[in-house]
């Protein structure tokens, strides 16, 4: 056992160590930044550019790995604490199975019109599922399970939901504030639609009180949904690969472990300030992870894919905002 440490440590300790500091650099750098670079997508960004730039010393790769897949799958453990189901109960029946529809169609766009459209390796898989749910903690979560996932295809939806969703954020309101729709419809449309709960929040509250508070109350109701929409999304990307139907309910150890402490905590009175703590490491672990993935993204192959990563992402909000701006109509109706 002292021995398999040792080895661990000996092998590892350096790619770990030199990730980590990208990783809390990014974080101390992250209140000096525009509101849409967070330390997550900072950390992808720094490890790029080092990686590419740079020759990282090859003794670096085993604990480089080791960060970008493991810690990766770490983070969602902790992250598993955010997920909530008693937000579903304050947004309404009616609002909420809008919300399911939507969600769930995307997805299954998302899976039809990537495999149409050919895009690279699991980008779009990826792009459609941070748009559905909440940006960069979804694309994490889903990342870990994808089969054959290069880590170009991670950096390429971080980039694409960050980026679109920080448009959504500046123009929105400016539109939507000017349409004839009760702020409550305005506060759905925008958590409905944007992709991280900080773009929501951005968008929500400066169109007015009321606005943000709807906004945030149904984005945490897409947040809930994370889980849910990871089993549905890999019950569809195995569907040519599995040849039972239990083959499609085999899901790896840390998503298992995901979906059993968002349950706990959504049904265990658990004491807010030791959430907190539990969300921000797994923020620091997550944003290690991502170090990690970008000094092992090619930046060639990145600028190969982005522009229909690029074209899929505008694709797949334009038609998350079609489908929204249909259910407020039926709810109206």
């Known amino acids: 056992m002292i021995k398999r440490i040792n080895t661990f440590f000996e092998d590892k300790w350096k790619g770990i160590l030199f990730t980590a500091i990208i990783g809390v650099t990014s974080i101390v750098l992250e209140p000096f930044m525009p509101s849409w670079l967070n330390s997550i997508l900072l950390a992808l960004l720094i490890g790029i550019a080092v990686g590419n730039w740079t020759k990282v010393p090859a003794s670096f790769s085993a604990g480089v790995e080791y960060t970008s897949a493991k810690m990766l799958e770490y983070s969602l453990l902790f992250l598993a604490v955010g997920i909530n189901y008693a937000e579903i109960g304050e947004l309404g029946t009616t609002a909420f199975l809008g919300i399911v529809f939507v ?42 399970s994808t089969k054959n996932n290069e880590k170009e295809d991670v950096a390429i939806a971080m980039a694409v ?138 930046f060639k192959k990145l600028l190969m894919a982005g522009s229909k990563g690029l074209t899929f992402g505008v694709l797949i909000f334009g038609l998350q905002l079609l489908l929204l701006f249909a259910v407020v109509a039926l709810m109206n109706s």
């Open 103 to 144: 969600v769930f169609l995307v997805l299954s766009l998302t899976v039809f019109l990537s495999r149409r459209m050919n895009c690279p390796g699991n980008t779009g898989i990826l792009v459609g599922f941070g748009t559905a749910i909440c940006g960069s903690s979804a694309i994490a979560a889903l990342a870990s």
């Open 161 to 298: 939901v960050n980026l679109l969703g920080t448009v959504g954020m500046l123009f929105f309101p400016m539109i939507l504030s000017r349409m004839d729709v009760p702020t409550s419809t305005i506060g759905f449309l925008v958590g409905g639609s944007l992709h991280s709960v900080g773009n929501v929040a951005g968008a929500g509250f400066s169109i007015g009180e009321t606005a943000g508070d709807a906004a945030i109350t149904v984005k945490l109701a897409r947040v809930a949904l994370l889980t849910p929409g990871l089993i549905y999304m890999t019950y569809l990307t195995r569907q040519q690969q599995a040849k039972g139907w239990k083959s499609y309910l085999k899901l790896p150890w840390y998503l298992v472990a995901f979906i059993a402490i968002s349950l706990l905590v959504s049904f265990v009175d658990i004491p807010e300030p030791l959430t907190k703590d539990l969300e921000r490491i797994g923020k620091i672990t997550l944003t290690i992870a991502m170090a990690g993935i970008g000094l092992r993204v090619s």
